[in-house]
C-alpha cells in the first residue's frame, strides 16, 4: 500500500532538486529501490511531475540558486562537459560565451585553446581567461550589468551581438524542457542566447543532467535550432532519443566518471 505521506516527501525532494534519480531519490529517503519506484509512479500522477527510465522532474519553474551556490553545484558535470565543448574549438575560432556557472567553469579550458578569440557579456568568464593569462583574445560585451552572475544584458548587449558573426556561439539555459525548449529564468537572459544563435555561424548547447526536463519561464528558442547538444552522461538515452526524434541535430555526453577520477580545481571567484 503507498504512504502518501511518503508521496509528498518523494515531492519535496524532487523540486528541491528540480531532476532526481530515483537510484539518489532512494539513497536520501533510505528506501529500496523497488518502493521507491513505486512511489515515483503515483508521484508522477500529478501533473507538475514527469517520470522518466531511472529520473524524476519537477515541471514548474523554479527560483534560480545564487550564483555561488551554482558554481559548486554539479561541478563535475560541467567540468566535463568543459572540457568536451572545447576540444571542437581550433586554433583562431571566435568564440560567443553567455554568462552563467557553467561558462565560468568552461573559461578554464577555453585558456588552453590557441589563439582563440572569445567575446562574452560576463565578466566572471573574461575574468577567469585572464587570470590564466591566456594569448586568447577577449573581448567584453557591454550592456546593463545583471547581479547574481547574470552578465551584461539589454540593448546594447544585443546589438553587440548580432554585429559580431563569431564562429561558434555558447550558451547554457537554465532548463530544457521534454518538448526540446531552451529555457531561462530571466527574459533578458533569454533574448540574449536568441541573439547568440542568430549571429552566430555555429550554436553549441550546454546542458548537465540536472537541467534536462527541468522547464523555466522563458523560451529563448528550440534546442533543434542550435548545431550540438553537449551533456553529462547522467542523462538517460531515452530522453536523448526524444530530443533527437524532435530535431536536436548532434548529441555528445560527456563522461563524468572520468572527470570523477582527474585532478579538477575548484574555482574561487
Known sequence: MINDLMVDVLANLVKRHRRISLTAAADILGMDFEELTSLAKVLSGREEFELFDNSICFLMPRDQDAYRVRLRSHYIEKYAIGRLATSFFKTGDHVVVESGSTMTILAQHLAQVQQ???????????????????????????????????????PIALDTVESLEADWGIICPVGLSTEGDLMYYVEEEAKFARAVMASCKRTMVLCN????????????????????????????????????????????VADVEAEASSEIVLLDI
Open 116 to 154: 582563440i578569440k572569445v567575446s562574452t557579456n560576463s565578466y566572471a568568464v573574461a575574468s577567469m581567461m585572464i587570470g590564466a593569462e591566456t594569448a586568447a583574445d577577449i573581448h567584453v560585451i557591454g550592456g546593463n550589468l545583471y547581479t547574481d552572475g547574470q552578465g551584461a544584458l539589454g
Open 209 to 252: 543532467s540536472s537541467k534536462i526536463g527541468v522547464p523555466s519561464r522563458f523560451v529563448a528558442n528550440s534546442c533543434a535550432q542550435a548545431d550540438m547538444l553537449i551533456v553529462d552522461s547522467g542523462v538517460e538515452p531515452s530522453i536523448l532519443d526524444k530530443l533527437i526524434a524532435q530535431g536536436v541535430k548532434e548529441v555528445h
